[in-house]
């Protein structure tokens, strides 16, 4: 909730925020399509080809790791998203009640 909070106090509009999004998305679809995989623990399964030299190997380890952070980070900024008028800051002072 917080990170949502930030995303939405960072001056970005709601309209990049979904450009984010979907650029975060095509990465995630060109990895899987790229790797035949649906899971960065699925990539992570295909380390055990042995064909694969040891540039790859760690190549693929950090897709996996950033595939990951991806996945965290869609979460957030779909739920700022979907949020977004929720998680305005008021402009009025509230009223304390008598």
């Known amino acids: 909730m917080q990170e949502a909070m930030r995303l939405r106090d960072s001056g970005h509009t709601v309209e990049e925020l979904t450009d984010r999004l979907a650029k975060m998305k095509t990465q995630i679809r060109d990895w899987e399509a790229e ?12 380390l055990a080809d042995k064909t694969l030299d040891s540039d ?17 980070r869609i979460k957030i900024v779909g739920f700022a998203i979907r949020e977004w008028d929720f998680l305005a800051p008021t402009t009025e002072p509230a009223e304390a009640s008598s």
Do not use: K
Not at 38 to 46: E, F, I, K, V
Not at 60 to 67: D, K, S, Y
């Open 35 to 46: 790797f035949d995989v649906g899971s960065p623990n699925q990539l992570r399964g295909t």
């Open 56 to 72: 790859e190997e760690d190549r693929r380890r950090e897709i996996a790791r950033e595939w990951e952070h991806l996945q965290r």
